[in-house]
């Protein structure tokens, strides 16, 4: 069921990522050209994953007709495995963007205090920049999933991932001049014009624009799940590096100043917490070559500088599911920072989450909360 109007006119805003889930989504990878050796090494991590979150949370994972049967071997009887086409498994950025609606005069049925924002989509970039050249089965899972879930959808035209914004639940956005202000998306609109989008569709009144997203994050031009994160209203997570001969410093640098000279929605000045990257990592030529370059999709190439952060983590209910590159010094300290910043929460370590960073993301990108009615 499509409503008219936006999310804001019916009395619906996104919630914070902390705020109570009744389950997450996750897609199942397979496609060879993105995923090494046929998808085997990252299905294992995927699984983790999709485990890890199911001791707090109910999850479904959706896997193609090809994979439904190997899916549901791999993961755990306590996660929901359904049948559902796909190009690729970022259901971050192709899953709807759920909405809620808390008004105690809005609809009295509990599916109308849930919707989902179905944006459009073009495989990061479209023909030329994206990351496949088809991505029509994409355009349908946010459909799908509100089908499945009888949730109500509002479609919208604009072209935006959810791993391009992040909200406090309090009126405040994060996102990132690189992604949104690409002319790869929307060129037809001004900077205004998508904050009038933002503002309409996610019930936030101010928006937050940090210059550019992590380093080597080229396929989703800058998406701010890499870059930075909230960790409760006024309270923020920025990936970092000590390191001044790293490229990446000049964008942390640049992030820094901006939110250090900004507030948000409600006037705070914003609290800034470092969380350092890993050291820089490179895609070796045994990996690269188990990847099929056949041109459908972006080519993978040895010695290409991985997008990997601590900072592309999930909350859960209770939990943050945290990647873990084998980096000893700074996967332990990114479990120190993320445990002090989220005291009432337990910490899980996703080991192995390289393989997801092969791919082009990380576990951020890979789920989607879908909000408890309020």
């Not at 996660?79 to 559902?84: A, D, L, T």
């Not at 990351?131 to 879930?149: N, P, R």
């Not at 933002?198 to 890499?226: C, Q």
């Amino acid at each position: 069921m499509n409503l008219e109007g936006t999310p804001v006119s019916n009395g619906f805003h996104m919630p914070a990522e902390w705020e109570p889930h009744s389950q997450t989504w996750l897609g199942w990878p397979e496609r060879g050209d993105n995923w090494r050796d046929n998808a085997v090494h990252a299905q294992i991590v995927f699984a983790k994953v999709a485990a890890a979150i199911s001791k707090f949370e109910p999850v479904t994972v959706c896997a193609s007709a090809a994979q439904w049967d190997n899916a549901r071997r791999q993961l755990p009887h306590n996660v929901r495995v359904i049948e559902m086409s796909m190009n690729d498994s970022w259901f971050r950025d192709t899953g709807p963007t759920f909405v809620v609606n808390k008004s105690k005069s809005g609809p009295g049925s509990t599916k109308d205090k849930v919707a989902g924002i179905d944006w459009n989509f073009n495989s990061w970039g479209g023909a030329e920049d994206g990351c496949y050249t088809d991505w029509s089965l994409d355009l349908l899972v946010a459909k799908k999933i509100l089908s499945v879930e009888r949730l109500p959808r509002f479609p919208q035209s604009i072209i935006l991932e959810g791993g391009s914004i992040h909200v406090d639940g309090e009126g405040t956005c994060l996102t990132t001049e690189e992604c949104l202000l690409n002319k790869n998306r929307n060129p037809h609109l001004t900077k205004v014009q998508i904050e009038d989008e933002l503002k309409a569709y996610l019930g936030v009144k101010k928006i937050i624009w940090l210059p550019r997203g992590l380093f080597g994050d080229d396929d989703t031009n800058g998406h701010v799940d890499n870059m930075c994160c909230f960790v409760k209203p006024g309270v923020v997570l920025l990936s970092w590096t000590d390191d001044k001969l790293d490229p990446h410093y000049e964008r942390g640098a640049e992030a820094l100043s901006v939110l250090s000279n900004s507030t948000d929605a409600n006037g705070r000045q914003f609290h800034i917490i470092k969380l350092h990257i890993p050291g820089p990592l490179y895609m070796t030529q045994e990996e690269a070559d188990g990847v099929i370059q056949d041109g459908d999709a972006k080519p993978r190439l040895a010695g290409t500088r991985l997008a990997a952060t601590y900072v592309n983590f999930y909350i859960a209910n209770g939990a943050i599911i945290a990647p873990q590159f084998g980096d000893k010094k700074w996967d332990d300290e990114a479990v120190r920072v993320l445990s002090r910043a989220f005291p009432d929460n337990e910490v899980v370590r996703i080991e192995g989450a390289r393989e997801i960073v092969l791919g082009g993301g990380n576990i951020h990108c890979i789920t989607q909360q879908q909000p408890a009615c309020p």
